[in-house]
């Protein structure tokens, strides 16, 4: 971040006073969404919770964001909503020091997720999971992730919106999409701010200042404001700024390439000299969020809010363990930049004794990055060694000859520009009845539109135009495409109370989907090697490398064939049509239809549904039963001639229970999930993503969360046990039908187990405070998660690409490791100042998010790690 950011985010900051804490002034802050709270006693309300959950913790009143969730579109209590939903609120998100996905995510033991580095993560829940789902152009999340009213699922990668002044985090475990939609398959995690406060000034800052293990120095400054704007307006505001200290090193790294073969080139050996540098994956996040509430009456309301965040990321965030802990070697500048805003609306009020509520949203993000694609390289050149490395392909500087060598070598290895430009608008529109009858139903409708301008340029410096893709000199390979993604729906859920302890819910959801791709993907025309210029047939037709079939020969012509097609045929080659999609040279991945070239597209519209069944039998506990089941859409394959996959299903059974008694809060829930030929995303031919509907998956598990409130201490567990296995062969080629998969080989065994999600994972923390003199407390608090190992790869079989060898990558990827992080908390509270020293991580395990390769071919495994142990110091002041 550049002074000159800072100076202005720090005056920002000062000039708006923003000096308060959540704990002091907004415990009793009701968190609307457009229904009515239900009251506090009532006929179908047998089982509050007892008084003791109103006791006092660390001095002040229970936080009632703990309690009160909206899970179901209404304002429940948590106790009562018959769904397996973890809450993080507002006081303990402060007390954890929770800034980031990667944080929370560590307390909710449901969640599992797999992530390159900050902001390219792919979130899973009970295990519905096959891994490689990130891709830009790939399937679509199986887990929702909402901002308040609004869906900010996206593709390529979840949303890591920073985590301050929240007023909770909510993980509902299961299908959701009979009130939340497509890819809520497996569950939905919503983000839950707070909102503007009428007739009330307040404000917060918070500091911090940290070191890292093996790494360097990083902080924060964050800060908020209420203000009232005039009697029925109030104003929030709240800005962040955020330095991650890096802590993997790039160290010196040299490649030799060019194999001899039949004496033609020397070898060449390539160093990354002068890249060399210490915790070099430092990343920087700032920005702000605005929100207005606007009483028009009694009745109405109307809440317009923004949000602003950029990310600015450097280096790798992964290590060769080969190469020693935390060290990678890298031959290009890698960096990230990640940018988005969201704008939304929120209308709340009443017509009749109906709650209505209109939320609607539009969100800009792009994303901009520089990656080094050696691997690609080595990993090639060591595929064809035999003939002599890459020296058997014509990357040249220039065309000189006829006859191999056909110009002068240059370094093969790669980098990859790539850009994204996502655009997401929602639209719903929802009707409650009243809460208090026996007979409820909630109804809306909604509407969402999402697209993907991806742009992805592989570059060989010294390129030749001649071997470069068409009017883009250096570019060996180029994916310029435009993806949308339109969803319509009518939702609605009922419930009746058939005796004044058992309630009974029915819902469903009648969806449409409408997804297309259009673009262009692969190698250049090479005019030099192309058999319509002359050349050979057998060197390289069509294009500057092995292309599969793809590239420029593939793009259509304006006589509706294929420049591939025209050749074969003999036939005089008119003109190439226009891109469809600017920047590209021609296309390659749609239909012609009338002249000219439509996107490809896949259809489709279903049901889905959810049924409940809750019994209050004493005060303090509530047992459920659920049948629920949940989607995905399908979507187009970016490799032209792969044929689109289809929508895939989650059916859920689940029986559930939610007790107080006493001090003592215990929630949990078993369940049984058939995943539906399931959406399986892999590296394929030439590392190129391919999703196909695989088999079915029988997932079994158990989760459950205790709270103990005693005074000064608390106490808070959970943990999920997760058993989830494939049922029924995955072959390896998908048109191999037969039951042992004897037409090709049996890629995926029946009763393999899924990926990425471990067995078990698990937290707790406990935290006691007590007077320390005068008004002044103290309070000490410390924390342990553990997660189990996990599989990193589905597929214990695979062809690998450019040859005809089996190999397990298993076998080179290893295991996720299980590893257990504990960290460490004491500080003082004032009235109005409280300062902190911590310790997280405090036996610097190596905690391993994920483990992966770089391309389909690559075997060099990387692996990405958790923060090492970190110490630090937070401090706080608000009026």
């Not at 790294?253 to 070898?267: A, F, I």
């Not at 250096?474 to 609605?492: E, H, M, P, S």
């Not at 891109?579 to 000219?596: E, H, I, K, Q, R």
Request: with cysteine; charged share 20%; glycine share 10%.
């Amino acid at each position: 971040m550049t002074d000159r950011k800072l100076r202005a985010l720090t005056f920002g900051l000062l000039a708006s006073t923003a000096l308060a804490t959540p704990a002091f002034a907004q415990d009793t802050q009701p968190q609307t969404t457009g229904q009515s709270p239900a009251p506090a006693t009532n006929a179908t309300d047998v089982t509050a919770p007892p008084p003791v959950v109103q006791q006092k913790q660390d001095g002040n009143v229970a936080d009632p964001t703990e309690i009160v969730i909206t899970a179901t579109k209404r304002e429940e209590n948590l106790q009562n909503v018959p769904i397996s939903v973890q809450a993080i609120g507002t006081r303990r998100l402060d007390q954890l020091n929770i800034s980031n996905f990667e944080q929370y995510t560590k307390q909710l033991p449901s969640v599992s997720f797999q992530s390159a580095q900050p902001g390219v993560t792919v979130v899973y829940m009970r295990g519905v999971a096959t891994g490689g789902d990130g891709n830009h152009s790939g399937s679509l999340p199986s887990v929702g992730s909402y901002l308040d009213e609004q869906p900010v699922t996206t593709i390529g990668g979840t949303l890591d919106v920073h985590i301050y002044d929240i007023a909770r985090i909510e993980s509902l475990a299961g299908p959701q999409g009979t009130l939340y939609g497509a890819s809520s398959e497996a569950g939905t995690i919503r983000i839950i701010t707070n909102k503007p406060e009428l007739g009330k000034t307040y404000g917060r800052v918070d500091g911090e200042l940290n070191s890292v293990a093996h790494g360097g120095v990083g902080g924060k400054l964050e800060g908020m404001i209420n203000l009232p704007v005039a009697k029925n307006i109030a104003f929030r505001g709240v800005a962040f700024y955020q330095k991650d200290a890096g802590f993997i090193d790039n160290i010196f790294g040299t490649r030799t390439y060019y194999l001899p073969s039949e004496g033609l080139v020397p070898p060449l050996t390539v160093t990354n000299a002068g890249l060399e540098k210490k915790n070099k994956n430092d990343v920087d996040t700032y920005g702000g969020r605005a929100a207005l509430k606007v009483d028009l009456d009694d009745n109405w309301t109307v809440t317009p809010t923004f949000m602003y965040q950029k990310m600015k990321s450097n280096g790798a965030f992964f290590f060769d363990p080969n190469l020693g802990k935390y060290k990678i070697d890298r031959f290009q500048d890698d960096v990230r930049k990640d940018r988005f805003w969201q704008a939304a609306l929120t209308v709340q009020g009443k017509i009749a004794n109906f709650d209505v509520t209109y939320a609607g949203a539009y969100m800009d993000r792009t994303t901009y990055s520089v990656q080094d694609y050696a691997d690609y390289t080595d990993a090639y050149d060591q595929l064809y060694a035999s003939y002599g490395g890459l020296a058997y392909f014509p990357l040249v500087d220039h065309v000189t000859s006829d006859a191999p060598p056909y110009g002068n070598y240059i370094n093969p290895q790669q980098f990859i520009i790539g850009t994204d430009h996502f655009k997401k608008m929602s639209q719903e529109l929802r009707f409650a009845s009243p809460v208090d009858q026996p007979f409820r139903v909630i109804a809306g409708l909604f509407y969402q539109r999402q697209s993907n301008l991806i742009h992805q340029d592989y570059k060989v410096t010294g390129l030749a135009p001649e071997v470069s893709v068409n009017d883009h000199p250096g570019t060996l390979w180029l994916t310029q495409q435009k993806r949308v993604d339109k969803d319509y729906a009518a939702f609605g859920e009922a419930s009746y109370d058939i005796l004044k302890n058992v309630t009974l819910t029915a819902g469903g959801r009648y969806y449409k989907f409408d997804n297309s791709l259009i673009g262009f993907f692969g190698f250049g025309r090479n005019p030099g090697i192309d058999p319509a210029d002359g050349r050979p047939f057998s060197a390289f037709p069509f294009n500057a490398g092995m292309s599969s079939r793809t590239g420029v020969a593939g793009c259509y012509l304006e006589n509706g064939m294929t420049l591939r097609e025209a050749y074969l045929a003999g036939i005089p080659i008119p003109a190439f049509l226009p891109a469809a999609v600017s920047g590209g040279p021609c296309t390659n991945l749609g239909v012609f239809s009338n002249g000219t070239v439509k996107p490809k597209r896949v259809k489709d519209s279903g049901f889905i549904y959810r049924l409940n069944g809750t019994w209050k039998p004493r005060p303090g506990v509530m047992l459920y039963a659920t049948w629920s089941k949940g989607f995905r859409p399908g979507g187009i394959n970016r490799r032209g001639e792969i044929e689109p996959y289809a929508a895939d299903f989650l059916i859920n059974y689940e029986l559930g229970w939610k007790t107080t008694f006493g001090r003592v809060r215990w929630n949990g829930a078993v369940y049984h999930q058939r995943w539906k030929k399931f959406q399986f995303s892999f590296l394929g031919q030439n590392s190129f993503t391919e999703i196909h509907n695989g088999k079915d998956a029988d997932i079994n598990g158990i989760e459950t969360d205790v709270n103990y409130v005693a005074g000064g201490l608390t106490l808070n567990a959970a943990m999920a046990y997760t058993d989830a296995k494939t049922k029924g062969n995955v072959c390896g080629d998908f048109s191999d039908t037969t039951p042992g998969c004897s037409l090709s080989f049996n890629s995926v065994p029946s009763g393999s187990r899924l990926p990425v999600t471990p067995k078990f994972k698990g937290s707790a923390t406990a935290r006691y405070t007590f007077p320390a003199w005068g008004d002044v407390k103290a309070h000490v608090q410390g924390g342990i998660a553990y997660k189990g190992s996990a599989l990193a790869s589905l597929r214990s079989l695979q062809l690998q690409s450019g040859t005809f060898l089996l190999v397990d990558p298993n076998s080179y990827l290893g295991k996720i490791r299980s590893s257990t992080v504990v960290d460490l908390f004491t500080g003082l509270d004032w009235p109005t100042w409280n300062v902190e020293a911590f310790v997280t991580n405090v036996f610097d395990s190596t905690d391993e998010l994920s483990r992966g390769v770089n391309c389909g071919s690559c075997t060099r495994t990387l692996i990405v790690p958790g923060r090492p142990r970190t110490i630090g110091i937070r401090a706080g002041m608000k009026f």
